[in-house]
């Protein structure tokens, strides 16, 4: 992510917070104030805040008073997000893929948007970090451990037969002792595809897929796990195919909606926000390009009744035709 990306990203989400300050209690002079302040603080924070009051649907003072009543109610920046989405007449789930400040406290390598990263693990194994992605690692005498705290990551694990090489990604387990392989979390879904070797599956109790113990898969194959109903689905590929993302490419079976356009919004800045819950939960398979983030996201979305808005770089709504 570049200085300029970060730079805008950060005055953002001091705008958002600003804007639910002044929502939640329009008549004090006191965040008036600051919000005056913090505009003539230079050019860009200004462009910034007519950003977000556009977004919002108003000018000047972001709460006209159609929105009064929503100070009853109460905000957060997640109905302010959504709320922006329902001034352009959509509402829905959204998706911001950047890692959040929890995440990075946490991480011991992060990503940033379309940015891949290649680093080297202290035993000598290798990960490859997708956008907008990060991982923790502890490795002791007893133990060779990484988490993949959000996005995506491809690994290439070194032998050694006292420690065996595990991932872990929310309810998803994996172990190796020399293995390629391919990791991703996104919304609810979590799935592993194996390039080279072999690797046992393991999930939270969640995980019906999991019930009778590991799951072991071998080169090309995967499986992937629906965090939200427990499910684990499985198939094989070409092992070639597996974490095409390394060459900007998305290679998709049966998969949700929401996974794909969550993974795509790696490649992008910004939020995702999906308006209909129908559209987010449907099956898609292809193989879309993402050196074109807005095509690909047409392309998952299209089949399924979808249609791609980018009301500006900081916001894209899918929505029903």
């Known amino acids: 992510m570049s200085k300029v990306e970060q730079t805008d990203e950060r005055l953002m989400d001091e705008a958002i917070d600003l804007a639910i300050r002044l929502q939640s209690d329009p008549e004090n002079p006191v965040s008036l104030k600051v919000i005056q302040a913090w505009r003539a603080r230079g050019p860009d924070n200004e462009r910034v805040w007519q950003r977000v009051a556009r977004i919002h649907g108003a000018s000047g003072q972001i709460l006209g008073e159609q929105r009064k009543a929503e100070r009853h109610d109460g905000l957060s920046r997640r109905n302010f997000i959504v709320g922006a989405a329902v001034a352009f007449g959509v509402t829905g789930a959204g998706y911001f893929v950047v890692p959040g400040a929890l995440v990075r406290a946490r991480a011991d390598h992060i990503t940033g948007t379309a940015e891949i990263l290649k680093v080297s693990l202290p035993d000598g194994s290798n990960v490859t970090l997708g956008p907008s992605s990060a991982i923790a690692f502890s490795f002791t005498p007893q133990r060779r451990q990484v988490e993949l705290l959000a996005g ?5 694990v ?16 994996i172990t190796a002792q020399s293995a390629r392989f391919d990791v991703v979390s996104d919304a ?3 799935m592993v595809g194996v390039e080279h070797g072999v690797v046992e599956a ?4 969640v995980a019906m897929g999991f019930h009778d113990g590991p799951v072991e898969l071998g080169s090309g194959q995967w499986a992937m796990l629906d965090a939200g109903s427990g499910q684990v689905t499985r198939g094989t590929r070409d092992s070639s195919l597996i974490a095409s993302w390394r060459n ?10 929401s996974a794909l356009v969550a993974r795509v919004g790696h490649w992008m800045p910004g939020r995702i926000v999906m308006a209909d819950p129908f559209i987010s939960q449907q099956l898609v398979s292809g193989v879309f390009d993402l050196t074109d983030p807005i095509r690909a996201l047409e392309a998952v979305v299209h089949p399924v009744g979808g249609q791609v808005r980018q009301i500006s770089s900081f916001l894209t709504v899918i929505s029903p035709f």
């Open 152 to 156: 995506m990551a491809f690994f290439d």
């Open 158 to 173: 070194g032998e050694e037969t006292s420690r065996a090489f595990s991932v872990k990604a929310s309810e998803l387990e």
């Open 188 to 190: 609810d879904m979590r």
């Open 202 to 205: 393991s999930g939270a109790e």
């Open 248 to 257: 900007n490419l998305i290679v998709a079976e049966r998969q949700p909606v």
